[in-house]
């Protein structure tokens, strides 16, 4: 958008720049649209080293992606109005020189940059192309200029080129010993050329340039929008003519010594003057203002000159940047050294301005007056009635309008200012509150003066709507209406809970005050405080309403504006804290005013406007005409960092390699008019749900994300809550480790079904070899009974019927007989026990589990016995045989338990149920007596008779947990837990 040269053979401050070609966005309408501006309407702020600006500043550009570009001393930086960010090559690539002396941004995209030799470099997406005499480039060019069909045009003494297709191509040769030196196309798509001999036109029928303005050696020239040309010569003035042939001339105030030429969007000329700073003429004025470094210039000698398309001025120095912005506030340009000042507004611009240091200042457009009127006049009013000024200053209250000035009413005092505030009533008595707290407060008739020893020495005063004033006391939370006969006095008990009472503003049907705690409202004798939502609204020192109903508050830090509907939401509901808006130094705030003196410290004017002062200076807004930036930010992707590495960012993709997990994002969105006041948000698809606030953040991090693709988003607003028309997005690919990647996912399933087979077949193997064995087991044991005990009953059968034999034989000794049978039952007993114990290696050892139960509940039925009670026993699950420590442990920790069932809780039926679980046994048991209060007891169990201990002692020993509670039913539950393998009989060990 805009140039700048800066040859070899020109020194500091010879330097040179072209002004801006188009407009992207419309300014709106200022309140003094209708009057030349002054630089008090603009906001300065100057970046030096510290902030980290270039210094030596050679030439400025706005891209299309919204940042400013700078060339300072070493290569070009780039500025998004937070940060300087200096620019560094694309690995193997370099600028053509160090030193760049022009920069033009065109609307397409990109960033030419100019150098003294035969030598440009165009910057795009962070990389350089360079042209040379191969690429067309002959002379150095001095400007470059857009074309109204979007051609790129340099100027130089080889001529005119326009860059077409990737070359430059010369299509406009000078005559013998001219030197194309600037360029500028009109609305009506002519070109018009500076030159060495004067201005040239080509008009669009192809004809050559015509010399239209011969004896002016032109080096820049401007257009405005009103199609008034101008040119800067040599030696350094500024003419202005009408773009038409013969280019009339049009006359303006003179401007010497320029360096640069700037036309902003409102046709005002900014002229840097080298070491006589900026001189600024506004549209339509007939003077020109000086800022120089003694106003703030960043250095002594003023150089480029640019805007950009949020409206800013941005010039530059040797030693820095200064910024110039249409502020909310127009400041007032007031004598060097004045200071505690109190401002009395009229009406179109007109005011009055005491202070402690000077005389009354009378303010009319851009005419001050310094009047008669002393020093240390800080308490002014006007008449609600008829527009009278008074001031109050040494001798007495003057009357400053209509004049002449004149004392009215003689005063006498000591003590300077002689009073802190003063007040015309609608009656036409003017009330005064003296400085000094000794002395009471006074009305003045037209011919006396009245004392009024009862009202309280106050602060402030006010015209009431219905003939009375109000007085701000000196004491917290009190106020006082009085019209001289009547006085209502209001404290802390009537609401008024606003501290030091420092502004009232009185209505016909309400009472605003504010004080040192915040703001009250009344509609009758009460008060009602209100809080302001989101900002700390005290030490307030002035408020008015305006003519919509509008508040503008004042205190110590800012300016806030509530809105009328936001204020008749609170008078609908005093639990509603409104909203506002804040304004400070940056809006053109001229510092602090004074807690103490000159209140209150707003006013109105009869035209709207709003005034305020500080101890520092004076200003003013029109509420109907605040400066809006209507510019929506556009979000940049700047890069993705893991530690001090940077990954690129290609197409809108960037991949982390596999290492990376942990990385932070940087974005930002060019906002050059209040940066501080931007607002951001963020978004990275997958990981956050919603939205993240960043405030004024532009940095994202993220740590220990899984691998994958994402989706980052962020959006931005500017300080005037407009948002970026679109989010900035980038798609970040994390690579997967080995252990992340599907086929490593792949493989670790096929291992894991692998081993659960395995697994599988190992179980169904020993299972197997279990059953074999048993089966081996059995037939064993049928052989046996099949070698024993068949063969011993077949023997004995035998035996039997060889002994009846015998005894039919009359012969046979009966003794013998006897003796026979006796043998023949030892043998069969003996055959009996042999065949018994094979049979029993046949029972399982769920049989000795069962004996052990057995056991148990043979002890417990023994302890119930002896207590007249009952006993039923429930098994759960296979029974395993337990280890023979861990068996008696629980048989003698059940018989406790069965034994305090029926001893101490005097029961008539104990249940014990056996659970036998793979991997866990328990044991409970419940009894239906009285029991006891179970949460009495300590957990160390401090039982007394109970036994308890001895039972948890018991529980621990087994590896295991007791637990008691009293059931709804009545009586106690004991439940013992303890993990299987503890008490269990390995399987291995039972065979």
Known sequence: MVGSNRSAQHRWPHRICVPALAWLMVWPLLAWADEAPTLGHFQHTSFSKREGAPSDIGAFAQTSDGFLWVAGARGITRFDGYTFEPFVPAPGEALAA??????????????????????VDFLKDGHLTHFGPAQGIGLGPRRFAEGPDGAIWSFSQAGAQVFRRGQWTTVLTPPDGT?????????????????????????????????????LVVMQLAMDSKGILYARTHDRKIYRFKATDGLPPVEMPAVEGVTNLLVDRSD?????????????????????????????????????AATDREGNIWVGTEAGIDRFRYAVFSSLSL???????????????????????????????????????PPFALALSRSPVNGTVHAVATKGVWQLSPGPVRVVAPLEGRNLPLANAIAQGSDGRIWIAPASHRQPIRAWNGSDWTTYAALPPSRSIAAGADGTVWLASREPN??????????????????????????????????????????????????VQMRVSHADVSDVTGLVLDAEGTMWVQTLAAVFRISAAELERFRKDATYAPQSRRLDSSDGVPGSPDPDRALPTVKLGDDGRVWIQTASGAAWLDPHHLPTNRVPPIVHMDAVVNNERTFPIIDGVVTLPQEVRTFHIDYTAPMLAVPERGHFSYRLTGIDAEWQDAGQGRRAVYTNLPAGNYRFAAMAWNEDGVPAERAGVIRIRLLPRFYETWWFRALAVVALLAALWWLYLRRLQKITGAMRIRVEEREAIARDLHDTLLQSVQGTAL???????RLRNAAFD???AADELMQLAVDTDAATAEAREKVQTLRSRAAEAEDQIGAMLGAAMSIARQHHGRVALTVMGRPRRLRVGPEEELRMMLGEAVSNAFRHGESKTVTITLRYGLFQFSATIRDQGKGFDVKAFGRNGKDGHWGIQGMRERAHRLGGSLRLRNMRTGGIEVLFRAIAGKLYVPRRHQH
């Open 98 to 119: 160090t030193q760049v002396d022009m920069l033009f941004a065109p609307k397409a995209g990109g960033l030419w940059l100019g150098f003294s030799g035969p030598a």
């Open 179 to 215: 030197d194309f030196k600037t360029g500028a196309f009109g609305p009506d798509g002519k070109l018009w050329i500076g030159s060495n001999r004067g201005i040239y036109l080509l008009d669009k029928g192809g004809e050559p340039p015509r010399l239209v303005r011969e004896g």
């Open 268 to 304: 005002n000329l900014w002229a840097p003057s080298g070491k006589s700073g900026i001189q600024f003429l506004a549209d339509g004025a007939a003077s020109v203002e000086t800022f120089g470094p003694g106003a703030g210039l960043s250095g002594e000698s003023a150089w480029p």
């Open 335 to 373: 004598p060097h050294g004045i200071h505690e000042l109190a401002v009395m507004p009229v009406s179109d611009g007109e005011a009055w301005i005491g202070s402690e240091s000077h005389n009354i200042i009378h303010v009319s457009g851009h005419t001050q007056v310094e009047t008669e009127v």
């Open 478 to 527: 009190e106020l006082v209406n009085t019209d001289g006969k009547r006085t209502q006095w209001f404290g802390a008990v009537d609401g008024v809970g606003v501290g030091m009472v420092s502004a009232i503003w009185p209505a016909r049907h309400e009472t605003w005050v504010g004080g040192s705690l915040g703001l009250a409202r009344s509609e009758g004798k009460r008060f």
């Open 799 to 805: 035996r039997l019927d060889v002994l009846s034999r």
């Open 814 to 816: 009966r003794s013998a």
